[in-house]
């Protein structure tokens, strides 16, 4: 499916996105409401965008909150020759929630999801390094989550549309991790397939009143076991620098760095690692003069900070468990050129 190019999108397209990057289940009134359209217009808009592939809305559950396991985050450097068809390998295992190609002293980073210990050892050293072309591997558990969005939209609507989409979306409120029910796991596998379906179309596939399917996903999201993430290709709106950052911390600033970084608009992802480094992070920018600036002002004042190493996201091939399609054509169809690159 091609894409449309970034000309296309304009301003208006720009704001529900970032609606629904806020709030990805937001009603047709109420993003209307926050970016100054018509219902219609919006509706129309969205559909478009679903239906091209411009955005993809989409639910997913917190593995750790539905007991299904905790993430560990693994870094590959890969033989020359070989890094796309050992990201592709990886990118394809329903166990990876996040694969993407990238420069510096990496390859490939992905992100699995394991019940153990054990399992992990077993994923590692029975499967991963027998992927032809895998020359090695690095692994850091990841500790606790400090920001885990794809908010980065940042500036788009005006702040009073933003608080009013946050409390329309309500709050989090996360309790003891437990297993998703029959039922859950049917409404789950449900929005797998359309995470906007309405509660009309939720209670004619399961067999239950509109109430009840209500209050049964209104409780999964407010205990953070189901997530909704609208996912939009940064470059459609002129960020081509995507970074991963490996930052090795003064132990005792981790958490007041994880704070600061998690304020900054376009940092979607941090995360207290052990392992590699104390904290990883990824960040949304426009250019590399936009780098050179979060280089200089964020991590240059950044408290505690000893190293930090960078790597450019060359392709994303998945996100919260969702395959990028062109992405990964995009690695059969063209060659690679040297290690971590693509053409």
């Known amino acids: 499916m091609t894409k449309p190019s970034p000309q296309r999108l304009d301003e208006l397209d720009r ?108 994923i590692l050293f029975n499967e991963i390094d027998r992927i032809p072309g895998v020359w090695s591997t690095t692994t850091e558990s990841v500790v606790a989550h400090y920001k885990l969005a794809n908010l980065w939209l940042d500036g788009a609507l005006p702040p009073e549309a933003v608080s009013q989409l946050e409390a329309e979306r309500g709050e989090v409120e996360a309790g003891s991790p437990r297993p998703l029910d029959e039922r859950e796991q049917a409404l789950v596998d449900l929005l797998a397939g359309d995470a906007r379906a309405s509660f009309a179309a939720m209670a004619q596939r399961l ?89 200089m002002q964020v991590l240059g004042e950044l408290p505690g900070l000893r190293h930090a190493e960078a790597g450019l996201e060359l392709a994303t091939l998945k996100r919260a468990f969702v395959l990028n399609q062109k992405a990964l054509d995009m690695l059969t169809e063209r060659p690679v050129l040297s290690e971590g690159a693509i053409a």
């Not at 459609?236 to 991963?244: I, Q, V």
């Not at 704070?259 to 960040?283: F, K």
């Open 207 to 295: 067999g239950t009143s509109e109430s009840a399917a209500r209050r049964r996903l209104d409780a999964l999201v407010r205990e953070g076991r189901v997530r909704f993430s609208t996912i939009v290709d940064p470059e459609l709106f002129g960020y081509t620098a995507p970074t991963m950052y490996w930052l090795h911390m003064e132990l005792r600033h981790v958490e007041e760095a994880a704070r600061i970084l998690t304020q900054q608009p376009d940092v979607r992802y941090v995360a207290a690692t052990a392992g590699y480094s104390d904290l990883t992070v990824e960040v949304v920018l426009r250019d590399q003069q936009d780098l050179h600036r979060f280089n």
């Open 15 to 122: 704001c529900i996105l970032s609606a629904l990057q806020i709030h990805g289940r937001a009603s047709w009134q109420q993003i209307a409401r926050a970016v100054g359209s018509s219902d219609s217009t919006v509706s129309r808009r969205v559909n478009q965008m679903l239906s091209d592939g411009t955005a993809q809305v989409i639910a997913a559950t917190d593995p750790l909150l539905c007991s299904k396991g905790y993430p560990v985050l693994v870094q590959i450097t890969s033989r020359a020759g070989a890094t796309a068809e050992v990201a592709r390998e990886l990118a394809l295992r329903p166990d990876v929630r996040f694969a993407a190609l990238v420069t510096g002293s990496f390859d490939v980073v992905v992100e699995l999801i394991v019940r153990s210990q054990a399992e992990l050892g077993s």
